[in-house]
């Protein structure tokens, strides 16, 4: 398949063994892009979709704590094998380094571990990769867009102005190369007291201005709960760990959805 920049003609190479590549962005860092990737790539495997999970943040890998995954990978003498966890295969820098190794890195190194996880795993019969990228809009962003055959991607933001400031340059930069953007996710939206009124703590909005601005599809708001992080921390993320939790089923229902755009049209 070609396609077309307006500098560069690249040709983008689908992730073998897979069927939809579906990227997990925010442009910026701790707005909860890996918690969500996670929760997301389980979701989806409780709508009964095959699905692995590829940690693309060589910098800062989030997939060992969040799957609580020790082992190492194994190959085939040709290939990494991805490691199975709650029935997701998975696959991260941070399963061949020490939790604490710092990943001093040239872009050129970066880019040579994103190919390695994209042409040099065994993934298997997928229907859906999730793709946890980096913050930013640097060497992995651009290897994925103009190399790799990405689906869609998701953008995922808290609503404060200095997080959103990010965010509309990751939206610029998607859609400059061409990339479908599926919609925005309004992230730690809010906090719901036992009053059962709804806490703003960030702001309130901004997410959902930023996708009409961009006319963009808004996706859902998914509230701040203490829950989600300590249950990420164990290495049992939210929806794995209690599918009937509030937070749970709008990942269920955004996994329904994404779901029905891409297996049942």
Do not use: H
Not at 161 to 170: F, M, N, P, S, Y
């Amino acid at each position: 398949m070609i396609e077309k920049t307006r500098a560069k003609t690249f040709i983008k190479n689908p992730i073998v063994g897979t069927k939809f590549t579906i990227a997990v962005s925010s442009a910026k860092g701790g707005v909860g892009k890996s918690t969500f990737a996670s929760n997301l790539a389980l979701a989806l495997k409780k709508q009964g979709c095959k699905v692995g999970l590829l940690d693309a943040d060589i910098y800062g890998p989030s997939l060992p704590k969040l799957f609580d995954i020790e082992d190492k990978p194994e190959s085939d003498g040709q290939r990494l094998i991805p490691i199975l966890k709650y029935d997701i295969q998975c696959m991260s820098i941070g399963f061949l380094t020490d939790e604490q190794t710092p990943m001093i890195w040239r872009g050129p190194m970066v880019t040579s571990a994103i190919k390695t996880f994209t042409q040099k795993v065994a993934w298997k019969d997928l229907d859906f990769i999730i793709v946890d990228m980096p913050p930013g809009t640097g060497d992995t962003q651009l290897t994925f867009t103009q190399e790799v055959k990405m689906d869609g991607v998701i953008i995922i933001s808290t609503p404060q102005e200095i997080a959103l400031q990010d965010v509309k340059r990751g939206i610029k930069m998607f859609d400059k190369l061409g990339t479908k953007i599926i919609g925005l996710i309004d992230n730690m939206s809010f906090f719901q007291g036992d009053d059962g009124k709804k806490y703003y703590i960030f702001g309130g909005g901004g997410v959902k201005k930023t996708a009409e601005e961009f006319k963009k599809d808004f996706l859902c708001e998914i509230p701040l709960d203490p829950e989600v992080g300590k249950q990420g921390d164990k290495g049992t993320p939210i929806v794995e760990s209690n599918p009937e939790n509030q937070v749970s089923k709008i990942y269920l229902e955004l996994a329904s959805k994404i779901k029905s755009i891409y297996l049942l049209n």
